[in-house]
T-cell receptor
Framework: DTAVSQTPKYLVTQMGNDKSIKCEQN?????MYWYKQDSKKFLKIMFS???????INETVPNRFSPKSPDKAHLNLHINSLELGDSAVYFC???????????FGQGTRLTVV | GQQLNQSPQSMFIQEGEDVSMNCTSS?????WLWYKQDPGEGPVLLIA?????ELTSNGRLTAQFGITRKDSFLNISASIPSDVGIYFC????????????FGKGTHLIIQP
C-alpha cells in the first residue's frame, strides 16, 4: 500500500476554474503538509495541518485552501486558477516532532 | 526568511566516482535531512540528522550535521547509475509542524 497517495497525478485545467487535489496517508501520522515545487524544482511549504488544525500558512494566496476531513486526509482546494499556479504539488506527512516527512508522488497542475 | 544554500547545483561524474554536496545557512537548525527525487516522483528521505556533529551512514551514503548547526554535507561513495536524480537538503528550526526548508537541489548525472 502506498503510504502517502495523491490524486490526480496530472491535472490540466483552464484559467479561472476551481479544482481540488486529494491526499491520503495510511501511516497514522499526526501532521500533514502541502508543498509546491516550481519549474526550477524549488520546494516550498504551503500549509501544515496537525490534528486537523492549521499550524502554519505561508504567504499563499487565499485562493488556496486546505481542508482536512480527518487525520488521514488533507485536500487542497484552489479557486480561480491562474497561469502562475502551474506547478507540482506534493502532499506529505510526518509523525515525530523532528519532522521527518514522507511525500506523495505529486500532482502536476497545468493551467492553460 | 530562512534559506539553505545548496551546492553544487549540478554534477557530471563517471560511474564509480565519489560524490560530495553540501548545504549552508546563516540560520541555526535543529534537524537536517537529505532527500532524493527521481523524475515524476516525490522526494524520498535518505538520511535524517538530529545532533550537531552527528555522522550517519545509509549504505553508500554518509551525511553529517555541522557542529555550528548551520550546515550539512552528503557524500555518496562509488556512484552507480541508479544514483542519478536530484538531491535536496532540508532543515527544521522548530518542531515538525513548522515544515521543512529546502535547498535548491543538486542534479546528479552519471556517465557510464
Amino acid at each position: 500500500d502506498t503510504a502517502v497517495s495523491q490524486t490526480p497525478k496530472y491535472l490540466v485545467t483552464q484559467m479561472g476554474n476551481d479544482k481540488s487535489i486529494k491526499c491520503e496517508q495510511n501511516l497514522g501520522h499526526d501532521t500533514m503538509y502541502w508543498y509546491k515545487q516550481d519549474s526550477k524544482k524549488f520546494l516550498k511549504i504551503m500549509f501544515s495541518y496537525n490534528n486537523k488544525e492549521l499550524i502554519i500558512n505561508e504567504t499563499v494566496p487565499n485562493r488556496f485552501s486546505p481542508k482536512s476531513p480527518d487525520k488521514a486526509h488533507l485536500n487542497l482546494h484552489i479557486n480561480s486558477l491562474e497561469l502562475g499556479d502551474s506547478a507540482v504539488y506534493f502532499c506529505a506527512s510526518s509523525q515525530d516532532s523532528r519532522g521527518r516527512a514522507f511525500f506523495g508522488q505529486g500532482t502536476r497542475l497545468t493551467v492553460v | 526568511g530562512q534559506q539553505l544554500n545548496q551546492s553544487p547545483q549540478s554534477m557530471f561524474i563517471q560511474e564509480g566516482e565519489d560524490v560530495s554536496m553540501n548545504c549552508t545557512s546563516s540560520s541555526i537548525f535543529n534537524t537536517w535531512l537529505w532527500y532524493k527525487q527521481d523524475p515524476g516522483e516525490g522526494p524520498v528521505l535518505l538520511i535524517a540528522l538530529y545532533k550537531a556533529g552527528e555522522l550517519t551512514s545509509n549504505g553508500r551514503l554518509t551525511a553529517q550535521f555541522g557542529i555550528t548547526r548551520k550546515d550539512s554535507f552528503l557524500n555518496i561513495s562509488a556512484s552507480i547509475p541508479s544514483d542519478v536524480g536530484i538531491y535536496f537538503c532540508a532543515a527544521i528550526s522548530g518542531g515538525g509542524a513548522d515544515g521543512l526548508t529546502f535547498g535548491k537541489g543538486t542534479h546528479l548525472i552519471i556517465q557510464p
